[in-house]
Nanobody
Framework: EVQLVESGGGLVQPGGSLRLSCAASGFTFSIYAMSWVRQAPGKGLERVSSINNLGVSTTYAASVKGRFTISRDNAKNTLYLQMNSLKPEDTAVYYC??????????????????WGQGTQVTVSS
């Protein structure tokens, strides 16, 4: 059974940083691309970032490019999202997603993947 457990969320002031982690189990982590997807209050889903199975290819939403960094440790079965220069508009529930394949996925592929339970990030003074 696929299990994805996010951690690291919380309350942070604008301009601050957080590092999210996603502990994966129940599948061969190194085979699959992974993504972070967020949902802000009253808004739709936004795919924040994706990383391929080997960690050598990444993509970012325009809204976070230059501020967020996705990475993975295949030896530890863990996905990360380093978030710097946080803004109030980054407030959302952040989900870790296992994609169906190893390459950078399409948005549709990410939506059809396996999702964690999410972790809340709140950026506020």
């Amino acid at each position: 059974e696929v299990q994805l457990v996010e951690s690291g969320g919380g309350l942070v002031q604008p301009g601050g940083s957080l590092r999210l982690s996603c502990a994966a189990s129940g599948f061969t982590f190194s085979i699959y691309a992974m993504s972070w997807v967020r949902q802000a209050p009253g808004k739709g889903l936004e795919r924040v970032s994706s990383i391929n199975n080997l960690g050598v290819s990444t993509t970012y939403a325009a809204s976070v490019k230059g501020r967020f960094t996705i990475s993975r440790d295949n030896a530890k079965n863990t996905l990360y999202l380093q978030m710097n220069s946080l803004k109030p508009e980054d407030t959302a529930v952040y989900y870790c997603v296992k994609n169906p394949g190893g390459n950078i996925p399409t948005i549709s592929e990410t939506k059809s993947g396996s999702w964690g339970q999410g972790t809340q990030v709140t950026v506020s003074s």
